[in-house]
T-cell receptor
Framework: SQQGEEDPQALSIQEGENATMNCSYK?????LQWYRQNSGRGLVHLIL?????REKHSGRLRVTLDTSKKSSSLLITASRAADTASYFC??????????????FGQGTILTVHP | DSGVTQTPKHLITATGQRVTLRCSPR?????VYWYQQSLDQGLQFLIQ???????AKGNILERFSAQQFPDLHSELNLSSLELGDSALYFC????????????FGPGTRLTVL
């Protein structure tokens, strides 16, 4: 079952604009991660934010986490055509014996037009 | 290139058949994870192995089984295949110091006709 719900399902923007994707989840988490997937290929890890963090930056990426609302957002600034891909949030649940099990959202398809 | 390799890249087979997907983790990684990606179910965790032992299990069907060998490569066996098993199957590995960051292989695309 999918833990994360991502919004929007698809996003189309022009190069240079910012892209914001949102993710909501249901259970308590240890951390939340964002991955990128180019069409039909493997996933690439972008950034991880722990449950005790509120914001994290990596290059043109900014991730926020609101554990009270069980939501996260990924902001890509100054987008490029090469950013065109599907973006997934994934959560690692807190406690239990989940170990490295990640639960993925349905993803947001981002298209950046040159 | 993540350093995780998967073979074969594509597999086309018929219903009722059995296939084996192979994964080699990044050098030094002890954990291997299997995920299935399909249009209707999205990305789903199947199973995790750590240094040869099963560590976590997800929505893996009884017709599916996996193992991790002493050289740390892993195989996912899918039997009595059904049309609905058509999907991309990903393997990922993670460093021994962290479960969190997973490095994904390019995937095996399975088509069941």
């Amino acid at each position: 079952s999918q833990q994360g719900e991502e919004d929007p399902q698809a996003l189309s923007i022009q190069e240079g604009e910012n892209a914001t994707m949102n993710c909501s989840y249901k259970t308590s988490i240890n951390n939340l991660q964002w991955y990128r997937q180019n069409s039909g290929r493997g996933l690439v890890h972008l950034i991880l934010i722990r449950s005790n963090e509120r914001e994290k930056h990596s290059g043109r990426l900014r991730v926020t986490l609101d554990t009270s609302k069980k939501s996260s957002s990924l902001l890509i600034t100054a987008s490029r055509a090469a950013d065109t891909a599907s973006y997934f949030c994934a959560t690692a649940n807190a406690g239990g014996t989940s170990y490295g099990k990640l639960t993925f959202g349905q993803g947001t398809i981002l298209t950046v037009h040159p | 290139d993540s350093g995780v390799t998967q073979t074969p890249k594509h597999l086309i087979t018929a219903t009722g058949q059995r296939v084996t997907l192979r994964c080699s983790p990044r050098s030094g990684d002890l954990s291997v994870y299997w995920y299935q990606q399909s249009l209707d179910q999205g990305l789903q965790f199947l199973i995790q192995y750590y240094n040869g032992e099963e560590r976590a299990k997800g929505n893996i069907l009884e017709r599916f089984s996996a193992q991790q060998f002493p050289d740390l490569h892993s195989e996912l066996n899918l039997s009595s295949l059904e049309l609905g098993d058509s999907a991309l199957y990903f393997c990922a590995s993670s460093p021994r110091y962290s479960w969190n960051e997973q490095f994904f292989g390019p995937g095996t695309r399975l088509t069941v006709l």
